[in-house]
């Protein structure tokens, strides 16, 4: 982290102020970055596609499948313990029931992994290596903007895509949470009563804005790719249209399709990596 993000996270410690409140705070900029980004508008907006969406699912089970895993390596340990809710929370056996869904049971041999997923998921893992209490930064932001923001999503999600009987939605639901205003309320409770030596809690303020930072990453790296597959995109048009027109208007050559078809494998495996990539975003959309 950069000396001018600690320097803030800093100024939000106050010995009278609440865990939850200091993350809040110090996160407070990330936050509106991520959640105003081109991105999660247009996700908003309902544009989002059945392949898109499909697709998506590998980044956000890549992502909690690391989270989940350091949080069960550490659910003794005394900062996580508070907060380790598997029963209301885990969203992995979610993913895996809509992955299923929609792909068959041999789901795991598609799996997707874009760059900058592979990188939080690696620094998820560190962490429950070698920093167990700043998983509480991470399920934080993830679990709460879950309970918010993504319930938003996922009605969107659900209408967009005319998805009936919550089948291929299994992500946003929370059979084990009956009020999930209560629930966050006790989340925030027992978040606030976990014991930090004030170095500790500096550093799980960073690492609250570290969160955020890597999806505000994860969105820039999805722009460059959109442009790069836009052009893709009018590339194989023209070669399309040029191909036809070499063949007076009759079907193409054999010899012409496989080329196409590959053209077009490519830029629907790049489509679906700038879609995954985007999901990102979800559990961090207002909370």
């Known amino acids: ?15 009278d102020s609440d865990l939850s409140e200091q993350i809040k705070e110090a ?30 699912l590998f980044s956000l089970y890549e992502i909690y499948k690391a989270l989940e895993e350091a949080l069960d390596g550490n659910a003794a340990h005394p900062a996580v313990a508070p907060v380790y809710f598997p029963l209301e929370l885990a969203r992995l056996e979610h993913l895996e029931k809509d992955l299923e869904h929609f792909y068959g049971e041999h789901w795991r041999d598609r799996v997707i992994v874009p760059a900058a997923t592979h990188r939080y998921t690696q620094r998820l893992r ?11 930064a991470h399920a934080y932001t993830r679990y709460l903007g879950d309970l918010s923001g993504g319930q938003v999503l996922g009605r969107i999600t659900q209408k967009s895509l005319g998805l009936e009987n919550g089948k291929g939605l299994s992500f946003f639901s929370f059979p084990a949470v009956s009020s999930p205003n209560r629930f966050k309320q006790l989340y925030r409770s027992r978040m606030n009563s976990i014991e930090l030596t004030k170095e500790e809690k500096q550093g799980v303020l960073e690492e609250a804005v570290r969160a955020f930072e890597f999806n505000i990453e994860v969105f820039d790296e999805l722009r460059k790719i959109l442009s790069f597959t836009e052009n893709q995109g009018n590339a194989l048009q023209k070669q399309m249209t040029a191909s036809f027109k070499t063949q007076g208007g009759r079907p193409m050559a054999k010899s012409t399709v496989p ?29």
């Open 1 to 15: 982290m950069d000396t001018g993000n600690k320097k803030e996270t800093e100024k939000m410690q106050s010995p």
């Open 27 to 56: 996160t407070k900029d990330s936050h509106v970055r991520a959640e105003n980004t081109k991105l999660m508008l247009s996700y908003q907006r309902g544009q989002i596609t059945l392949p898109q969406y499909k697709l998506l």
């Open 126 to 136: 560190q962490i429950g290596k070698e920093k167990p209490e700043y998983l509480v």
């Open 259 to 287: 080329a196409l078809l590959a053209s077009s494998r490519f830029l629907r495996l790049i489509l679906g990596v700038c879609v995954a990539l985007l999901t990102v975003g979800i559990g961090i959309y207002t909370f």
